[in-house]
């Protein structure tokens, strides 16, 4: 029998794609943002579970996601909470896999599914099938007796191809042909978006802090409709377009994040940025339990004042800055 070869071409509008990130990735790298900046790093990542259990449906908050993660107390579904801790876990992992082995893979999805799902850590034994957002079936997965053969035969392809096929298109490729041969019973997702950033992280190490599964989760809907169109016609070449426009943009979006001179006031604005989330208001009280800070006016004088003035953090209530209900958040 053949071994079989995934469907795809090599388009100009993908090799611009690799050019354009290849370029920009580099930039990013020297840029240096995320290197001085672990609270952004730390952030990024919550981003990137936060969005890639959102996808599945969990409905943790973003504070909720972080909260769990900084070990504090959150109300919610057991499930729900216990996806965050596993998915925590995982992300944690990501230096250490061999992104072709099937045997870590495996060890990741046990990761993942900790608690959760019965068949944890290895391939499902029963039939299933991928929905949408709107639980409409898009696609009849393979037969259980066949997902030993279709994952070795993935896993043999990318080896073989590795060195020729660019990391960008064959992470890309593996993500789609994961989610249709879908070997696991459940939290196939959230393991592919995983999988696919340690192969990119094993390309360049600045990826284990890139939220890709934000941009995803933005633009879910396509996300799924890209799927379902390549299932229609048989052939990825869609798939793999569509994920180098995420991950551009992605990176387009660290990118943006400016750079100020270092000095004590910059530190502390940057402090300050690193533990807001983008458009989610925060009192003053938790901004300074975040920070450690005792004193208002320090809060004030020190991390306020000046990000307002940079037009880097705003008022929920501009008109009326010393209100009682102001909050303050990073547009």
């Known amino acids: 029998m053949e071994k079989y070869v995934p469907p795809f071409e090599i388009t100009q509008l993908m090799l611009k794609r690799v050019a354009d990130i290849s370029e920009k990735i ?6 240096s943002n995320l290197n001085k900046k672990p609270y952004l790093r730390k952030q990024n990542k919550i981003n990137s579970i936060h969005s890639s259990l ?3 449906n969990n409905n943790l908050s973003l504070e909720q996601v972080k909260n769990i993660i900084d070990g504090k107390k959150v109300l919610g579904s ?8 596993n998915a925590y876990n995982a992300y944690e992992m990501l230096r250490d896999i061999n992104p072709y082995s099937i045997s870590d893979l495996k060890k990741i999805h046990g990761v993942m599914t900790f608690l959760t799902v019965e068949e944890s850590g290895k391939f499902r034994t029963g039939n299933e099938g991928v929905f949408d957002e709107f639980g409409n079936c898009i696609h009849v997965c393979p037969k259980p007796e066949m997902l030993n053969d279709l994952m070795n035969d993935l896993f043999n392809w990318m080896r073989k191809n590795k060195e020729d096929i660019h990391p960008l ?6 993500h789609y042909e994961f989610v249709f041969i879908h070997p696991f019973s459940d939290g196939n997702g959230r393991t592919v978006r995983l999988w696919q950033n340690i192969l990119l992280y094993n390309w360049k190490k600045i990826f284990e802090y890139l939220p890709i ?3 995803i989760h933005k633009y879910q809907k396509e ?3 890209a799927i379902d169109n390549c299932n229609k016609k048989g052939d990825i070449t869609g798939f793999i377009e569509f994920m180098l426009k995420m991950i551009e943009e992605t990176i387009d979006e660290v990118s943006a994040i400016p750079i100020t001179p270092i000095n004590n006031e910059t530190i502390n604005v940057n402090r300050l940025l690193d533990c807001l989330e983008r458009n989610v208001p925060v009192s003053a009280k938790a901004i300074m339990e975040r920070l450690n800070i005792k004193s208002k006016n320090t809060l004030r004088n020190s991390y306020l004042n000046p990000a307002i003035k940079q037009g880097l953090v705003k008022l929920t209530i501009p008109d009326k800055p010393n209100s009682s209900n102001q909050m303050y958040y990073k547009p």
């Open 169 to 174: 298109i064959l992470s890309s490729i593996f």
């Open 54 to 56: 959102a996808i599945e």
């Open 213 to 215: 599964e934000s941009r």
């Open 223 to 225: 996300y799924y409709k």
């Open 26 to 31: 580099t930039k990013l790298d020297d840029h």
């Open 78 to 85: 057991q499930k729900d909470i216990q996806e965050v801790k």
